[in-house]
């Protein structure tokens, strides 16, 4: 049976803090609903109504574009062990860029790693549990590395023409330039 929060409380931030994967989606008017896996350690609980992540430049940048034109987000947590169990957050997110204020308060939570472009900053306005009784039972072998090992290997001019061509989402939404990528941690 699912409960919904106000906040998260111990035990939520208890099972957050377990799991290998999280996914982020978001959506903007007349736009495609953007879902998106991730991994690595790129996730912060910052209190019990707000958390952040950590992004790494990949193929696109709808989650910055969404939650420029929209602000909503969504964050679900799969309890892939026992006890069963679905978290999700849903709040106001906004990307905070490398040289904008905010940056340095936030970046201090995290092992900045190569690829990082921005972090997203949270603000939870519910928290919602269900039963997960559906999900399968895994275990996480180990994290790939590929992201990162392209980031540190790439050319920074390639990984800023890359950047200036995701300047709008899929569907023409705007992004904040994310040009500036940071090389390495």
């Excluded at 996914?23 to 707000?50: C, E, H, Q």
């Excluded at 472009?117 to 009784?133: K, M, N, P």
Aim: charged share 20%.
């Amino acid at each position: 049976m699912a409960a919904f929060f106000d906040a998260l409380d111990e035990k939520h931030i208890a099972m957050i803090a377990k799991q290998p994967v999280f996914f982020v989606a978001t959506a903007a008017a007349d736009a495609r609903i953007n879902l998106s896996p991730k991994g690595y350690d790129a996730f912060r609980v910052l209190g019990p109504n707000r958390v952040a992540y950590l992004d790494l430049g990949g193929s696109g940048n709808e989650t910055n574009a969404h939650l420029l034109a929209d602000g909503r987000i969504t964050i679900m947590f799969c309890n892939f062990q026992q006890p069963a169990q679905i978290l999700r957050i849903y709040g106001r997110g906004n990307p905070v860029l490398p040289w904008e204020s905010g940056w340095d308060e936030l970046a201090e939570h995290f092992t900045l790693l190569p690829g990082t472009r921005q972090i997203f900053d949270i603000a939870v306005e519910s928290v919602q549990t269900s039963c997960g009784y559906g999900v399968p039972l895994m275990q996480l072998e180990q994290e790939r590395q590929t992201l990162v090992k392209h980031h540190a290997q790439a050319d920074p001019a390639e990984w800023a023409g890359k950047a200036r061509r995701a300047r709008e989402s899929i569907d023409g939404l705007p992004t904040r330039t994310t040009d500036r990528f940071i090389a390495g941690a």
